[in-house]
């Protein structure tokens, strides 16, 4: 198993032990990710009471929307309270555990991911496991798709919570689909194949490529071409294919996202194809509400849809929540309209924080998709290594009091590039930590320090 | 790890495999010479054993990892809401898949396909039928009646009332001041709010009796006591570890404990002659029993009050297992979940809490199970608690929460309903009772028609004996019973085989989903079942 032990903490003689998977690092919580994330909780900035605290720009969560959705419970309060002013339905609701979901929101889900992918692609209710979130959604593939010790291949960079989601209880192992900046990271051929030669010559048995389209912490939507081949390749070493879309609602433009949901259409529907294809997606970010832990797994695999139903019963979502969310996303006026906006709201938020760090001589990848930018401050790197980068983020940290995400954390093979989120805070804020980057960054070409 | 025979062919096998077999034909055909010549038997037997040994070896190490034991680890949904045959549907649909193509269907892992075959066991099956059947006083009179889902639907009247006068109010901020979903949108922590461990606490000394008070600050929050008592699993116990746990047990911790964690559980079994109480010696045997077979005993699970019989662990008892877990170095997992639903009026629920409180102990070895769904009848809201003594545990079962976390509004719906102390108070002793007056009615049918229950004092049900009924004593006798009960009586019960009862003839029966008008036309099925059983037929 991939997982790294460290001593058992402070033993007492004769005090019972723990598992291994309870005292392994597996978790993560160490790394820089969440060392930046440290800094902020113990000094988070505020615009009245704490103007010089550090601005969270590690934490992708979208608030840009946020007044559409009290205003749809405003005007809707059957969705919270199981029918005006009474109870009907309450008894039902309170005593229902099935684990295939509120028939009602497994359908509304459906409709809700077919709207986003402006109807080029069709979604099946009955293929949808709801689970507690993405976070869960994606463990639960894992362990259904691979045993203990397989692999999974993941292009890089990546989302950091994949090393700890998909390896940690599942003793599954990733293994890096690398991608460079002299191509916008995009994933080609030559990189797959690399990487299932590299498993296999370390004998680890492939199970799938897991892509995460649009791309965190890129930003960007993974091109069409790159889709086709990333399935025929799937194909071609009969492995898995799964696809988190959950920021597709959170791309620029409607057109520019194309599903894997839609290349599979676009082929017929072959048998072939489909019995790989595993979706997985979540409301956490196109809509806003992770703390309503809302997930789902959509296969085109019957034994995977079976068998992942079963397991969600560790994982279910609240039947409170799913009523309510099932009212909400039923009424396809409000859906239509909050998609359009919060397309709207994100892409100016966007041009902002890339014409801002633009002023400040700072360029990014060109993105199209999500809650972040991928920024480059390679130029600035004392030594162009993770040390440097590591060196380069403690200041940013430490001085500048922003908590950005750096690119080794992320796996990145090209060291400087650092995601950068724009969605969890007011307009203001990110004037400040705009304004904040600019000066370090002219104080640093200048004296090579931030002072 | 116990083996059980695969009922489905493999999946059609890679390349290598297929390739050693044919080098495998090719080295059997000479040695026939080998045979006819010098050396002749022993060469002739030796050299092809040996062959046939590496060859094995050589198959071994290319085959995926043995699957885990199959028996009842997969489910439909225990609920009655909706009909889960769309199960049954799906699976025989995937055989298609199989031997299909000359690069064969893309696979799954070993759990994956173990958890995929359907389940046999009579408690899920018995859901499953009733889901297709439901009785309904009005409009399915001839229905199969649900005793087989320890739900309590008793008190519903008061927690309606309680939503029309608060529940507006409890999700919006009060005085409607400012919506507050973005206290309720955003990233929450993974464990649960405090607010809510808070509520939770108190909720729990209030239902476990004042004896005892609960810390927040050693309470991990999560989606119910399924994912609660797998993630406890997870962190105590490596795969292939054991635990020990009390015969009869629910159905559930087959799957809920072995599924993903490859962690075995070692029935230590109970007796009617002790009315199922567990006794030492009885663990001592099975612990020693696991050495034997090379097992890792990591903990015990105990479920206090009971799930199936419904009694309550003594303070006896109770001591003699932390002496135990003291003695072998293990943990010990009680699982509460049943503390507030006591119908029992000789006997006094002690958590382990309150022991652990009263000794010099060490605590770190001692956990605690709880959750909403019984007794305050909210399961489909998803409520469980992990309640730890250990410092590192609780680190680990923190960070675990984050796949199984509570819905943010339903967190705040509870923090307002458990800090309604009124109303709980209210509601505690108002179930308490109509459980009581159910019990009675319930176990008083049964005792009319010649059938004894254990001496229980808490819990959703009673634990039936009706090995009176049954030709044959036996699992297979018992099995017919069951059948018979739920096919020609239209009532679904729990056989004890299901829950691993050593002694044939139990059957579990849950009363609590039942209205007061209801037991009559029950006891009339079982009745009419017990008779077809006395006249031989």
Redesign the interface.
């Known amino acids: 198993m991939a997982i790294e032990l460290e001593q058992q903490p402070k033993p007492s003689a004769g005090a019972v032990e723990l598992s291994k998977i309870a005292v392994s690092e597996t978790h993560g919580e160490d790394s820089p990710y969440f060392a930046g994330w440290k800094a902020y909780d113990e000094n988070p900035y505020d615009e009245l009471t704490n103007p010089t605290g550090v601005i969270q720009m590690g934490l992708a969560e979208n608030q840009v929307s946020f007044d559409l959705l009290e205003d749809f419970l405003e005007h809707h309060s059957e969705a919270a309270t199981w029918g005006n002013g009474a109870t009907a339905g309450f008894r039902d609701n309170a005593l229902f555990q099935d684990y295939h979901g509120l028939k009602s929101f497994r359908g509304a889900m459906a409709s809700f991911m077919e709207q986003i992918r402006g109807g080029r692609a069709r979604f099946d209710p009955d293929r949808i496991v709801l689970t507690a979130g993405a976070t869960a959604a994606n463990e639960l593939l894992t362990f259904i798709l691979a045993n203990p010790g397989d692999a999974l291949l993941i292009p890089t960079p990546y989302y950091p919570g994949f090393d700890r989601d998909l390896r940690w209880r599942t003793g599954v192992q990733i293994v890096p689909i690398h991608c460079h900046s002299s191509n916008n990271f995009q994933i080609t051929e030559s990189a797959l194949h690399a990487a299932y030669d590299d498993a296999v010559s370390r004998n680890l048995n492939v199970r799938g490529v897991l892509i995460t389209n649009p791309s965190n912490p890129l930003g960007a939507t993974v091109q069409r071409a790159a889709l086709e081949q990333i399935l025929d390749f799937a194909v071609e070493k009969n492995i898995h294919l799964v696809s988190d879309e959950i920021y597709s609602g959170s791309t620029f433009s409607s057109a520019e996202f194309v599903s894997i949901a839609e290349i599979l259409e676009s082929r017929g529907s072959r048998h072939v194809d489909r019995e790989r294809v595993h979706i997985v997606y979540s409301l956490s970010k196109d809509l806003g509400l992770p703390g309503f832990r809302v997930g789902t797994i959509y296969s085109y695999n019957d034994a995977v849809v079976t068998t992942a139903r079963r397991m969600s019963s560790f994982t279910l979502i609240s039947s409170q929540t799913q009523h309510l969310l099932a009212c909400m996303l039923s009424d396809k006026e409000f859906t239509a309209n909050y998609i359009k906006t919060n397309r709207e709201r994100l892409r100016k938020r966007y041009d902002v924080i890339i014409a801002g760090l633009r002023r400040a001589g700072i360029e990014c990848l060109r993105g199209n998709a999500g809650l972040f930018c991928w920024m480059n401050l390679g130029p600035l790197l004392k030594e162009s290594t993770k040390e440097g980068e590591l060196a380069l983020w403690n200041l940013i940290v430490r001085d500048v009091r922003l908590n950005i995400s750096p690119g080794s954390s992320c796996h990145c093979s090209e060291p400087g590039w650092f995601r950068v989120c724009f969605a969890n805070m007011s307009e203001a804020t990110l004037d400040v930590a705009l304004d904040r980057l600019h000066r370090f960054v002219d104080e640093y070409r200048r004296t090579g320090s931030s002072q | 790890m116990t083996e059980s025979p695969s009922s489905e062919p493999e999946p059609p096998s890679p390349k290598p495999r297929a390739a050693a077999a044919g080098n495998g034909m090719r080295l059997v055909v000479p040695l026939q010479g080998v045979v006819q010549g010098r050396g002749g038997l022993i060469l002739g037997s030796l050299i092809p054993c040996a062959l046939f040994y590496f060859f094995q070896l050589y198959l071994k190490r290319h085959r ?2 043995k699957r885990p034991p199959a028996s009842s680890s ?6 009655a ?2 009909p ?1 045959l ?2 049954l549907a ?2 025989s ?2 055989s298609n ?1 199989l031997g ?2 000359s ?10 396909m173990a ?2 075959k359907p389940n046999d066991s009579p408690y899920y099956v018995g859901l499953e039928k009733v889901a297709g059947d439901p009785f309904h006083r009005v409009d399915n009179p001839d229905g199969i009646i649900q005793l087989g889902l320890s ?1 309590n ?1 008793l008190c ?1 009247d008061l ?2 009332r309680w ?2 006068e608060n ?2 109010d409890s ?2 901020g009060g005085d409607g001041a400012e ?1 507050s ?2 206290g ?5 922590p993974f464990d649960g709010l405090m607010e809510l461990k808070v509520a939770m606490a108190d909720f729990m000394s209030r239902v476990m009796g004042k004896g005892v008070s609960f810390d927040p600050s050693q309470m991990v929050l999560m ?2 006591a ?2 609660a008592i ?1 993630i406890l699993t ?6 292939g ?1 054991a635990f020990l746990i009390p015969t009869p047990y629910y159905p559930g911790f087959d ?2 404990i072995k ?2 964690t490859g962690v075995e559980l070692i029935p230590v079994h109970c007796r009617s002659a002790d009315n199922f109480m567990l006794t030492v010696t009885a663990l001592d045997q099975a612990y020693n029993q696991a050495r034997k077979r090379g097992l890792k005993v ?1 903990g015990i699970l105990i479920s206090n009050p009971s799930n199936p019989v419904g009694n309550i662990l003594s303070r006896e008892t109770l001591n003699e297992l932390l002496d135990f877990a003291q003695e072998k ?3 010990i997992i009680s699982d509460e979940i049943f503390a507030g639903s006591l119908y029992g009026t000789t006997e006094e629920f002690v958590s382990m809490a309150e022991i652990i409180e009263a000794e010099e102990f ?1 605590k ?2 001692v956990h605690i199970i709880y959750g909403l ?1 019984k007794d305050l ?6 409520v469980g608690v992990v309640y730890s003594y ?1 410092e ?2 609780l680190a ?1 079962a923190k ?2 929460a ?9 967190q705040r ?1 509870l923090i307002s309903m458990l800090s309604d102390t009124k109303f709980i108070e209210e509601y505690i002793e108002t179930n308490r009772r109509r459980i009581r007056r159910m019990y009675e009615l319930f176990v008083g049918g049964l005792d009319q028609l010649g059938i004894q229950c254990a001496k229980s004092s808490g819990g959703l049900y009673c634990w039936a004996n009706m090995s009176v009924l049954i030709a044959l004593y036996s699992e297979k006798g018992e099995l017919e019973l069951w059948d018979k009960l739920l096919n020609v009586g239209k009532v679904n019960v729990t056989p004890g085989s299901a829950c691993h009862c050593i002694e044939p003839g139990w059957f579990r029966c849950c009363f609590t989903a039942l209205a007061e008008e209801d037991v009559p036309l029950v006891m009339e099925r079982i009745g009419k079942v017990a008779e077809m059983c006395k006249s031989g037929q």
Request: with cysteine.
């Open positions: 995926s990892p997969n489910p439909p949904s225990p609920s809401s909706s889960n769309g199960d799906r699976t649909s995937r898949l299909r193509g690069i064969g269907p893309v696979r799954l892992s070993s759990r994956g958890i995929a739900e639907t519903f927690i309606e939503m029309k529940l507006m999700l919006m919506l979903i973005n309720m949108a955003t990233y929450q989606a119910g399924t994912p797998e997870f962190c105590m116990a490596d795969h570890n799957r809920d599924f993903r990591r170095n293990i943990h060490d770190g070895r769904s009848s909210l399961p489909g809201f998803r250990n590192n545990i680990a960070r675990l984050r796949f199984s976390s509570i819905s943010a509004p339903t719906l």
